[in-house]
């Protein structure tokens, strides 16, 4: 069974950084994209950024140049480091994997992020 664990959420000072990390167990195999979405209160989970096994990723407009997503050395992790923090980058923060050949898409439970003004 795949479970995704995020972790490295919590407060932070506008203006300050935060990383986030995800390790993905239950499959012996590499997903193909890895990914985070985040969730604001009262809207739809969006996108964040996501990166394929090969390294291509691609980063949503309003954080690109202030975050960072990249995949660890350890099979199936990812992270997302977080830089100049805004207060409407609070939100929950939920990671994601899938393979391209198959239509599941899994997710971990969530980690809260929120930033201080």
């Known amino acids: 069974q795949v479970q995704l664990v995020e972790s490295g959420g919590g407060l932070v000072q506008a203006g300050g950084s935060r990383r986030l990390s995800c390790a993905a167990s239950?499959?012996?195999?590499?997903?193909?994209?890895m990914g985070w979405y985040r969730q604001h209160p009262g809207e739809q989970r969006e996108l964040v950024a996501s990166i394929t096994s090969s390294g291509n990723a691609v980063v949503t407009d309003s954080v690109k140049g202030r975050f960072t997503i990249s995949r660890g050395n350890a099979k199936n992790t990812v992270y997302l480091q977080m830089n100049s923090l805004k207060p409407e980058d609070t939100a929950v923060y939920y990671c994601?994997?899938?393979?391209?050949?198959?239509?599941?898409?899994?997710w971990g439970q969530g980690t809260q992020v929120t930033v201080s003004s």
């Open positions: 239950g499959s012996v195999l590499s997903f193909d994209v």
């Open positions: 994601n994997a899938k393979f391209n050949w198959a239509a599941t898409n899994y």
